[in-house]
């Protein structure tokens, strides 16, 4: 393609077949541009040079140049030095003294040479991600390096720097350029704990061999208590499947050292195939019960007491229905018991018509009908440990295994009537199948019924549950308040009433219990379904009476012609009336409020209420109104309140015409010394000992983003004269101080005993091209410290200094 260039002066010399350039010359050729104080072009070898000249010395003598060469190329980053040398033919360039950005890095050296679009090699330069470029805060220093852009660099030998202090060096280093997934080997973190000792953390090899899996394996060495091993495994494909293992190996106790096999296993699974069948299973496993405690810096882990393992094959047909099976393993760690439920097969059948209505016919009264089925196949075990009453030492394990077959339909019928009135109908009818079934026998030393065998037969249960009718209706009502915002409140009321009755399952007439009399000639019972996956026989006769109203409050609010409907709350009160009991036919009064007074803050309140008097003794209730005396409300049981908020605040608009603007957050004063008599500048051109405005806006609490969020819990229960009370709060803050400093705090406080449960400070530095962060969390019973600071580019996340406190916690 054609050369074409300009400059202020351009001399050809016929001769020697060149052309001199001085004076802002540049030269375009093909996609390729180069500017410079002084090119020499020769014709004959198809090459070029270009120069900068020296305008003036600095302070330590050395030239400073002006119009320094700087060559550009179509989607490539320039290269620039102090002298450039390009070979036309051959794509070829060299710069001496040169520099260059090509992501992801920097680039510098005393020889750069650039051959083709994708290699550079580079003599006595170096590599570094900081933008600093006289003086980066970091640097990999080499005599020789070969770059192939966007792949990797290899140097040798290569020494880091870190503020222009040899701090490290390798015989040679191979820096990966790629982005994105790419299989590798994790460099370590170097470091040290107050447990462990010197350490060298998370070396490892990461692969990823294709985009549907990847897997790492990681080493962490210990200089009192030795290897600990963690891997994990990742594996997707879109649509189809997805999931996880993880797990940590240690063949030694992380605290002593001492010999101990010690691990952690983790996984879950997501497979769709096809449309309508799915596999969901998740799951965990440790060594022993204070695996977590031991090596686990987090709250929620070292307190949790129960892991569980669980799996589920579902499969949708049309209409709704759905057959699963699931898989549930339990175990408890302090305690060493194990339930599991297998199998665990379900069938559903949402509600449908009993009668369908033919197309264009005519709605009948019959086609409300409707009817729901659902089966269920349940079987339950259990691993107890029998513990010796002297030593505390488990000695054996006693094992349990049952299993029923429950089939559930449930018709369900509605209609209007009066108008206004809505009416429905209920019933639900069960079956239960059992391969075995209990017969009991009345031991007069125990005074009570026990069980004398199991008998191995197929035996089946009917019940008719819920049998009744509700019938509900809706009022409204409206206030205005005209001198006010809220110009209208409209009041939503459902009250609703039913009947319910329900025969007494225990009579002998239905054969579920077995009956004998005691001594004193009292019927004691023993339930011969008492031992069943699901749940035992109702006893005793009901006949209730289910009252409820339910309240909602909205309101609207005009201002000039702007309107707007809010819900302010709702409030739902409910009890019952039982005719067949003798006493105490009236349950608790229960109540609830829902309100979001704004849409940051939630408030929820429940109670419960007895229309009745203690005992004497403070057990119990006896038959009596506690207004039988007299004007009274019922009493107070328990209640709870759930409050939670939260609040973020950006600076506000400053009013100064040279104010940043809303949103950005102060500059980072912490070099500065607001008080230093000695400092002039424009803000402060006397050095006067006085407070600058803009210092003082730093200062100002509301002048920086900052975010809050807060759970207030308060709950009160009188459980027969025996009162408690706790009141908590969970706690989320955060802070950005500066645009470089960011300050997060998490707790969960007891705020009746004025006991912090755990609490969380992190902090975080913006150090340029490094990143500085602080955990640390100081709890009564466990105190952990993290600081860690790390390059940012991700592609050299492995260059790092952690130092830890207290354990040796990997996870």
Not at 353 to 359: E, G, I, Q, Y
Request: aromatic residues 14%; hydrophobic residues 30%.
């Amino acid at each position: 393609g054609p050369i074409k260039y300009w400059a202020e002066q351009i001399t050809f010399s016929l001769n020697d077949q060149t052309t001199h350039l001085a004076g802002n010359s540049k030269i375009q050729y093909l996609d390729i541009t180069l500017t410079a104080a002084r090119i020499d072009i020769d014709w004959q070898r198809n090459s070029l040079t270009a120069y900068g000249v020296q305008d003036s010395t600095d302070s330590l003598g050395q030239p400073v140049y002006k119009g320094l060469p700087v060559l550009k190329e179509k989607g490539e980053a320039p290269i620039s030095g102090i002298e450039l040398q390009y070979d036309f033919r051959h794509n070829r360039g060299k710069v001496r003294t040169g520099r260059t950005n090509m992501a992801p890095g920097y680039y510098r050296g005393e020889d750069i040479r650039k051959v083709g679009k994708e290699t550079l090699f580079i003599e006595d330069g170096y590599f570094t991600t900081c933008d600093l470029e006289d003086h980066p805060h970091f640097y990999f220093r080499s005599a020789k390096m070969r770059v192939r852009l966007k792949k990797q660099a290899v140097a040798r030998p290569v020494t880091l720097y870190i503020a222009d202090v040899p701090v490290f060096a390798v015989p040679f280093a191979i820096f990966s350029l790629r982005r994105g997934r790419r299989s590798g080997i994790i460099l370590p973190t170097f470091g040290e704990n107050s447990q462990g000792g010197r350490y060298l953390e998370n070396f490892g090899y990461y692969w990823a061999p294709n985009d549907y899996f990847d897997a790492t394996l990681r080493a962490t060495f210990y200089e009192k208590t030795g290897f600990l091993y963690n891997g994990d495994m990742q594996y997707r494909k879109r649509y189809a499947f997805n999931g996880s293992v993880s797990g940590n190996y240690s063949p030694k106790d992380i605290r002593t050292g001492a010999k101990s096999e010690r691990w952690r296993l983790n996984f879950n699974h997501f497979q769709k195939i096809g449309q309508t069948f799915t596999i969901n299973a998740n799951g965990s496993f440790v060594s022993d019960k204070s695996f977590y405690r031991d090596y686990s810096s987090d709250y929620n882990l070292r307190t949790n007491q129960t892991i569980r393992t669980t799996a589920t094959a579902k499969k949708t047909f049309p209409g709704s229905r759905t057959l699963s099976m699931n898989f549930t393993r339990e175990e408890n760690l302090q305690t060493e018991r194990i339930d599991y439920t297998f199998p665990d097969l379900s069938y559903s059948q949402p509600a449908r018509s009993l009668f369908t209505r033919k197309a264009g016919g005519q709605k009948q009264w019959y086609h409300n009908l409707r009817y729901s089925y659902n089966s269920k196949i349940l079987a339950r075990g259990s691993r107890i440990p029998v513990t010796d009453n002297a030593s505390g030492q488990i000695t054996g394990f006693d094992r349990t295994y049952n299993s029923g077959w429950k089939h559930d339909i449930v018709p369900s019928y509605s209609f209007k009537a009066l108008k206004y009135f809505s009416f429905s109908p209920s019933l639900s009818l069960e079956e239960l199948w059992v391969p075995e079934y209990l017969e009991y026998a009345y031991s007069d030393s125990l005074d009570r019924v026990v069980v004398a065998d199991t008998v191995k037969e197929f035996r089946a249960r009917h019940l008719a549950r819920g049998m009744g009718m509700s019938v509900r209706t809706t009022l409204y009502g409206l206030f205005e308040l005209p001198f006010s915002p809220l110009k209208v409140i409209r009041h939503k009321m459902d009250p609703s009433i039913g009947f319910s009755y329900q025969p007494d399952y225990s009579d002998e007439v239905y054969g579920y219990y077995q009956t004998f009399k005691n001594a004193a000639g009292r019927e004691v019972r023993g339930d011969r379904f008492a031992n069943n996956t699901f749940a035992g026989t109702p006893q005793g006769e009901q006949r209730n009476m289910n009252i409820s109203v339910s309240n909602l409050f909205q309101g609207k609010i005009i201002r000039g012609e702007e309107e707007k409907k809010i819900d302010l709350f709702r409030m739902t009160v409910s009890t019952s009336h039982n005719f067949a009991l003798d006493s105490l036919r009236w349950s608790n009064l229960r109540t609830s409020l829902q309100a979001k007074p704004h849409p940051k803050l939630n408030f929820n309140f429940n109670a419960q209420h007895t229309f009745y008097k203690p005992r004497a003794n403070g057990r119990g209730r006896r038959d009596e109104f506690v207004w039988s005396d007299g004007f009274a409300l019922p009493s107070l049981l328990n209640w709870d309140v759930n409050m939670s908020y939260s609040l973020s605040l950006r600076p506000p608009e400053k009013k100064s015409p040279n104010a940043p603007a809303p949103g950005d957050v102060p500059p980072d004063t912490l070099d500065d010394d607001i008080l230093d008599a000695n400092r002039i500048s424009d803000e402060n051109p006397s050095g006067s000992l006085l407070v600058t405005d803009r210092q003082l806006e730093e200062f100002e609490g509301l002048n920086v983003p900052w975010n809050l969020s807060m759970n207030f819990n308060f709950r009160y229960n009188d459980n027969q004269g025996d009162i408690s009370r706790t009141f908590s709060t969970n706690l989320n803050a955060g802070v950005r101080l500066t645009k470089n400093w960011n300050v997060t705090y998490r707790a969960n406080l007891n705020l009746r005993d004025r006991e912090i449960v755990d609490q969380r400070f992190h902090v975080e530095r913006d150090l340029h091209c490094w990143q500085l962060s602080f955990d640390w969390s100081p709890n009564p019973n466990f105190t952990f410290y993290r600081l860690e600071i790390r390059v940012k580019e991700s592609l050299l996340r492995d260059l790092k200094l952690t130092k830890t406190a207290n354990g040796n916690r990997p996870f």
